[in-house]
């Protein structure tokens, strides 16, 4: 494919991505509107969240001592690793402490597409091999590797919080922490900094070749 195809497509990843972004503005500041209103009104600051639990061997159904119960169907399996989602209310300081990982996450993952939106308006314009776009890549894996690890711990935090309020006798529910996912996340954020490596060297001899010249 000729130089000018690429360049079309990274214009068009542009134009998805500025989508992407202020859209995300636009839900970040409704969601921001909508917490600010239920603190002002003086009602229950947060309402019913999901938090995954990992099922090892389930031998007796939980007592229903949540609101809402987890269903029968995500008590069903028996010696085979496999997670439900328990809903508890946040009764306390820790479960909305517990919360803000989901925030963390959130605000990484704009971040990311920040980057990724800064670096694909540069291609846009035929700008590729720069410290710039060097910059910005290493910045993604970065924010790729921060959001691998705020995410797990997130969902273990979260997880051991729920069970708080469960009685686990003889379920073999524990809080869940995916290793294979957050190390596929890890790995992939280590491939984007060799990338950005990739590029920072490019840039330096693309500044050499023009001296040169």
Do not use: C
Not at 34 to 43: C, D, K, Q, T, W
Not at 117 to 136: D, G, I, P
Not at 156 to 161: R, S
Request: aromatic residues 10%; without cysteine; neutral net charge.
């Amino acid at each position: 494919m000729s130089t000018e195809h690429y360049l079309r497509i990274a214009r068009g990843v542009f134009k998805l991505l500025n989508i992407a972004w202020y859209a995300n503005i636009v839900a970040v500041v409704i969601v921001a509107v909508f917490f600010l209103v239920v603190l002002l009104s003086g009602g229950p600051r947060w309402s019913f969240y999901g938090s995954e639990v990992a099922i090892r061997g389930v031998e007796t159904p939980l007592t229903e001592t949540v609101s809402p119960p987890p269903s029968a169907e995500d008590l069903a399996a028996r010696f085979e690793p496999r997670s439900a989602k328990l809903y508890v209310a946040a009764r306390g300081a820790g479960d909305v402490a517990a919360l803000l990982f989901d925030v963390l996450a959130a605000g990484l993952a704009l971040a990311a597409l920040y980057r990724m939106r800064e670096l694909f308006r540069s291609v846009a314009r035929a700008e590729v091999f720069t410290l710039e776009n060097a910059a910005h890549i290493r910045a993604i894996a970065l924010l790729l590797a921060a959001f691998a690890l705020a995410a797990g711990a997130g969902t273990y935090v979260q997880g051991a919080l729920a069970l708080r309020y469960v009685d686990t006798a003889g379920t073999g529910l524990r809080p869940l922490l995916d290793w294979a996912s957050m190390l596929d996340q890890l790995f992939g954020a280590l491939i984007t900094l060799l990338v950005s490596e990739a590029f920072r060297i490019g840039a330096l001899l693309k500044r050499d070749a023009d001296l040169t010249v």
